[in-house]
């Protein structure tokens, strides 16, 4: 059975930075199948970040140059750097691991 564990979610100030950590508990861990999306209130979840098991990354355009997602192999564990956090990055943050979906972690920026 996968399980997937969000956390760093919190409350910051415009210009402010998080991050996020994802761990995936299962006996053979995929990087390629691990994403990052979000959901602002009133919206559809859209796509954040990913990272291939040869270390590249794809960005969505609104977060390139601010975000950074990077793995953990032996934690199984990808994190989401988020830099320069903007109030319209205001979401709760899944974290998704092939077909399984984390709970999410809110993540709050104020202006």
């Known amino acids: 059975q996968v399980q997937v564990v969000e956390s760093g979610g919190g409350l910051v100030q415009a210009g402010g930075s998080l991050r996020l950590s994802c761990t995936v508990s299962?006996?053979?861990?995929?990087?390629?199948?691990m994403g990052w999306f979000r959901q602002a209130p009133g919206k559809e979840r859209e796509f954040v970040a990913r990272?291939?098991?040869?270390?590249?990354?794809d960005y969505a355009d609104s977060v390139q140059g601010r975000f950074s997602i990077s793995r953990d192999k032996v934690k199984n564990t990808v994190y989401l750097q988020m830099n320069t956090l903007k109030p319209e990055d205001t979401a709760v943050y899944y974290c998704?691991?092939?077909?399984?979906w984390g709970q999410g972690t809110q993540v709050t920026v104020s202006s």
């Open positions: 998704k691991y092939s077909n399984t």
């Open positions: 299962t006996r053979a861990f995929n990087p390629n199948a």
């Open positions: 990272i291939t098991s040869g270390g590249a990354t």
